[in-house]
């Protein structure tokens, strides 16, 4: 009910919002997923696989150090070449675990480290540079007796110290490789909740919107097909909400009340004019009536007059003889008088 009494475009707008919402959500999550994975890899990169660059690069040089004493011995007409390899490599070494050295944090990186640096320091000290020694004197029974007995003893301490060193590191890429799936699989888990979760509820708002609007507009269709089939003026729209429709249906209510109060008026009116037709409809008889009985009236007047008029007729001829009478009578005596005197 809360959100029928909530405009359509204030739920539209809250409906866009809430997806915009959860767009801006999942995107800074990828973003920050994003970053913290790319830190990891950079993590990676400059704190474990360049180092382990530099450890296979002691290693290649300890071995190619162990390589060339031993071809010193097969070859010993290539003493010298070989005893600049040796110091190359060994230059070369100390290079790299300088470098190494610098890329250290734990303290148990540092122990390993310390203890491949005091096995290569033998090593060096007591195999290394006597062998060098030994080939640029060309004493190669010196130089298997270097071999023999201190540089085979010393490089698989010194070997495996390495590979501690380079298992440590390897350990460490796979806790960086499992705390980076493991952040990106939660962050994988928490996109899905929350897109779920988006969706339900979008879902959610957005049927709930549909259906108001919906059943706001087919009650108003059901009422105005009632009113155009029957006529019935005595239906109304129900009011779900607060809403635009829910206003438009008080506004279309009002205006049925509006129709219905003149068609009552105007039933009234007719009501009353068909009284008063009624009324004038009877004083035209009884007006009818009276001009037949005047007309009647007239009539026999009329005759009457008729009659009269003959009457008077008669009397004026009868006096008009009353009237000849007389002279007639004088005549007779004026002529006898004549007579008499003749």
């Keep these: 009910m809360m959100l029928n009494d909530t405009k359509i475009s204030s739920r539209l707008t809250a409906l866009l919002g809430f997806i915009l919402s959860g767009l801006i959500v999942v995107g800074v999550m990828g973003l920050f997923v994003a970053n913290k994975i790319a830190g990891q890899m950079e993590e990676v990169l400059v704190m474990k696989v ?185 239906a109304r729209a129900k009011v779900y909400g607060k809403d635009e429709i829910g206003q438009t249906a008080v506004a279309f209510n009002t205006l049925i009340d509006g129709f219905a109060n003149i068609i009552r008026q105007v039933n009234t009116s007719a009501v009353t004019v068909s009284g008063t037709a009624a009324k004038l409809a009877s004083s035209s008889a009884q007006i009818a009536q009276s001009s037949l009985t005047q007309s009647e009236a007239a009539a026999s007047t009329a005759a009457a007059v008729e009659e009269i008029t003959v009457s008077i007729n008669s009397v004026a001829a009868n006096a008009e003889k009353c009237a000849s009478c007389p002279k007639r009578a004088c005549s007779r005596p004026s002529r006898a008088i004549r007579m008499s005197t003749s």
């Design 50 to 234: 360049t180092p382990l660059i530099h450890l296979n690069a002691i290693s290649r040089a300890n071995l190619s150090n162990r390589i060339a004493i031993a071809n010193a011995i097969v070859q010993p007409e290539r003493m010298a070449e070989f005893s600049e390899t040796v110091a190359k490599n060994k230059a070369e070494i100390d290079t790299h675990w300088e470098a190494f050295m610098t890329s250290l944090t734990d303290q148990e990186d540092k122990d390993l480290a310390k203890t491949f640096a005091d096995l290569r320091g033998q090593f060096v000290e007591k195999a290394v540079k006597p062998a060098v020694a030994a080939m640029r004197t060309n004493n190669a029974d010196e130089l298997k007796r270097i071999m023999v007995e201190n540089v085979n003893p010393l490089y698989i301490p010194m070997f495996n110290a390495m590979d501690a060193i380079v298992e440590m590191e390897k350990n460490d890429i796979e806790k960086l490789h499992k705390d980076g799936d493991e952040l990106y699989r939660k962050t994988q888990m928490i996109s899905i909740a929350l897109i779920l979760v988006g969706v339900i509820s979008g879902s959610l708002l957005g049927m709930s919107i549909i259906r108001g609007i919906r059943r706001s507009v087919d009650e108003m269709r059901n009422v105005m097909v009632t009113m155009s089939a029957d006529g019935n003026l005595n």
